[in-house]
């Protein structure tokens, strides 16, 4: 599978990634019968998101992640992933778990947004939360263990 998944900085430095996300995330799309077209994941400032946020969505609050969707396939992920490196560790400090961790949490949360998942009622809220935890899971049986 050729690699449709690209990792940008926009306006902050560049840090490292957990082991093997390419692979996990192509995983997530497979499972879910997806075809991967392609992925952008962009990490930026708070300041950089809350701007997009507000020119897109006239929303005026900070965000971890604002997914664009741009598939033209019901059944092809083409889309981008604005991910906030801020609210990443300040998330990961709240929730008391790893950075990676909560980086991952965020990535997956973005590609179920481009499956179509909403998180918008409380009902749909709850099944987000679950599918990221299947998927979180799924990273840590596969990926963790090789790490050590």
Not at 27 to 35: L, Q, R, S
Not at 69 to 90: A, C, H, M, V
């Amino acid at each position: 599978m050729p690699n449709n998944l690209y990792f940008h900085f926009e306006d902050i430095s560049e840090f490292p990634l957990p082991h093997n996300i390419h692979e996990w995330m192509k995983g997530v799309i497979i499972h879910e019968e997806f075809i991967l077209s392609e992925i952008n994941v962009i990490f930026c400032s708070d300041l950089y998101l809350l701007t997009l946020n507000k020119k897109h969505l006239a929303q005026n609050y900070y965000t971890d992640i604002l997914t664009f969707d741009y598939r033209t396939n019901p059944k092809e992920i083409y889309g981008d992933l604005f991910i906030s490196q801020q609210r990443i560790i300040e998330n990961a400090s709240s929730f008391k778990v790893s950075i990676n961790h909560e980086l991952l949490r965020i990535v997956v949360h973005g590609i179920l947004h481009l499956f179509g998942y909403s998180d918008k009622s409380e009902k749909d809220k709850k099944l987000m939360q679950s599918m990221e935890n299947f998927y979180l899971s799924l990273y840590s049986k596969k990926y963790v263990s090789r790490e050590t």
